[in-house]
């Protein structure tokens, strides 16, 4: 069953509060959660977080498009290696 | 500039009695790889045609230059397949290709190696360097973002990173 909209998206407190000292601050830092249930948020865009797989934390980059989702979804515990062959990255 | 030839499938044995391989692509987009012939065994032999008949389970079933039975298809069985790098297409603005970022060293804006390119990951928010760290086993994740990673010269071979605190 889904969750009641009267409810709001769950986020776990201690992600507001360190998501709210480092846009305060406006250092560029990754801001290190083990919360991978808590919700993106609007106020989230912008800002790096290491999400917690279980052995390190995975740098997310929050966008507009991931508003919604889990943190969890970025955070593969799981790593698969597989060839180079012709795949390609892009710097954002 | 990574190596000359880079992997982009494999030999799986047979498909069929009628001399068909099965063919395991690691490109982006597996029907890709027929667009990279000639392919190379690491042995040097040469496959000049390739061409794409269909699809099994995990893998394409092809049919190749040389190969006209199941019994000399499936003793290719384990065969790596490799390009040349020269046959992979152009780049846009700030494209890569992982072939070409693995193995680069990574140094900081101060000019000290912080350590290697060993994989380049994209889980969906954005591609990942994963940078072996210089004198150790540990290994630290990066985001490939101009912020991030100021300078990618692939002509020096060298990446310049800035990397936010707490990274390192």
Redesign the interface.
């Known amino acids: 069953m889904a969750r009641s909209v009267w409810k709001g998206p769950f986020v776990d407190a201690y992600v507001l509060k360190k998501a709210e000292a480092s846009r305060d601050s406006g250092?560029?830092?990754?801001i290190?959660i083990w919360s991978r249930r808590s919700t993106i948020l609007p106020q989230f865009v912008g800002l790096?977080f290491?999400v917690y797989n279980g052995k390190?934390?995975?740098?997310?980059?929050?966008?507009e498009d991931?508003i919604g989702q889990k943190f969890g979804?970025?955070?593969?515990t799981r790593?698969y290696?597989?060839?180079?062959?012709?795949?390609?990255?892009?710097?954002? | 500039m990574g190596a000359d030839r880079i992997v982009v499938g494999s030999l799986a044995g047979a498909f069929g009695v009628r001399g068909e391989v099965r063919l395991k692509s690691f490109c982006a987009e597996p029907a890709d790889i027929a667009l990279y012939t000639p392919l190379e065994t690491a042995e040097g032999r040469m496959f000049r045609v390739l061409v794409i008949t269909g699809q099994a389970s995990g893998a394409l079933v092809a049919r190749i230059e040389g190969v006209e039975t199941k019994e000399q298809a499936d003793a290719l069985r384990g065969t790596a397949l490799y390009a040349s790098r020269d046959r992979l297409p152009g780049l846009g603005e700030d494209e890569f290709y992982h072939a070409d970022l693995i193995g680069l060293p990574v140094h900081d804006t101060g000019g000290a190696e912080l350590g290697r390119v060993k994989a380049v990951f994209d889980h969906g928010a954005g591609d990942l360097l994963e940078v072996q760290v210089a004198g150790s086993s540990e290994t630290v994740l990066l985001p490939f973002t101009r912020e991030t990673v100021p300078t990618v010269d692939l002509v020096m071979g060298r990446i310049v990173a800035d990397p936010p605190d707490g990274v390192f």
């Open positions: 250092r560029s830092e990754v290190k790096t290491g390190k934390h995975v740098p997310v980059n929050v966008t991931m979804e970025y955070s593969p790593t290696y597989g060839h180079a062959a012709d795949k390609k990255a892009k710097r954002k």
